[in-house]
């Protein structure tokens, strides 16, 4: 099993940078594709980045592509958010997900694993 711990969030202003870490405890944790979601206040959870087991591969939602970036060290089983250029529109909490199969978890949002979310808030 996996289990994943997010850190890095906090209060930022506008056109700042924060580096979210998601950190696994999991033994197979090189298994599973990893995930960022966001959630604003009132709003439905949202896919934001994810890449795959191998970290070659990466994807981003389009409001977040050229500002984001996601980068992946299984041998310290972190999965680490750069986040830049920040937005207010960028407030919410943050949770990192694991699942088997990227473009599943992507399209379906309903990952395997999830984390206890962290917040980030981004003043004007």
């Known amino acids: 099993q996996v289990r994943l711990v997010e850190s890095g969030g906090g209060l930022v202003q506008a056109g700042g940078s924060l580096r979210l870490v998601c950190t696994s405890s999991?033994?197979?944790?090189?298994?599973?594709?990893v995930g960022w979601f966001r959630q604003r206040p009132g709003e439905e959870r949202e896919f934001v980045a994810a890449?795959?087991?191998?970290?070659?591969?990466?994807y981003f939602a389009g409001s977040v592509q050229d500002r984001f970036t996601i980068i992946r060290d299984n041998n310290k089983n972190t999965v680490s958010l750069r986040m830049n250029s920040l937005k207010p529109e960028d407030t919410a909490v943050y949770y990192c997900?694991?699942?088997?199969?990227?473009?599943?978890?992507?399209?379906?949002?309903?990952?395997?694993?999830w984390g206890q979310g962290t917040q980030v808030t981004v003043s004007s």
């Open positions: 999991g033994r197979t944790f090189r298994d599973y594709a």
């Open positions: 890449i795959a087991q191998s970290g070659t591969d990466t």
């Open positions: 997900a694991a699942e088997l199969n990227v473009d599943s978890m992507i399209s379906r949002m309903d990952p395997d694993y």
